[in-house]
């Protein structure tokens, strides 16, 4: 299975991780929420191992440490940023508006994933 996994599942992966916390910051009883929450984790899990398994396809051998490395420390760093910016977030908007603006950066994210890793053309050479 690993050698049909393309990277732009990572794309994919985040933007479905921001509808569901999208679902998650609107929904109507608790139980709901758990539910949109594992779904949450699950998809979570998915993209973390989608790019693993992608850096170690596309990049060169002799850097996928260094590359594994920036790409760990960019998804934390944009986490801990999250964490800072919670505070005033929490103070200009309620939870669920707290959420849903999280939930469209993530979105955001992961159609910039996917388009930023599309596919390059291949032009081939005429015949002559």
């Known amino acids: 299975a690993a050698e ?4 732009r599942l990572l794309g994919i992966g985040l933007a479905v991780m921001g509808c569901l916390l999208c679902a998650f910051a609107w929904s109507p009883t608790a139980a709901l929420a758990l539910a949109i929450l594992a779904a949450f984790g699950i998809a979570n899990g998915l993209a973390e191992v989608v790019m693993m398994t992608a850096i170690h396809q596309e990049a060169d051998g002799a850097y996928q440490g260094r590359v594994f490395g920036l790409a760990s420390t960019i998804w934390r760093t944009s986490m801990l940023g999250a964490v800072a910016c919670a505070p005033v977030v929490n103070a200009i908007a309620s939870p669920s508006q707290a959420i849903t603006i999280a939930a469209a950066l993530l979105f955001a ?10 596919p390059r053309l291949q032009i081939s050479p005429a015949a002559a």
Request: hydrophobic residues 55%.
């Open 109 to 118: 994210g992961g159609v910039f994933v996917y388009l930023a890793l599309r």
């Open 4 to 7: 049909r996994i393309d990277a």
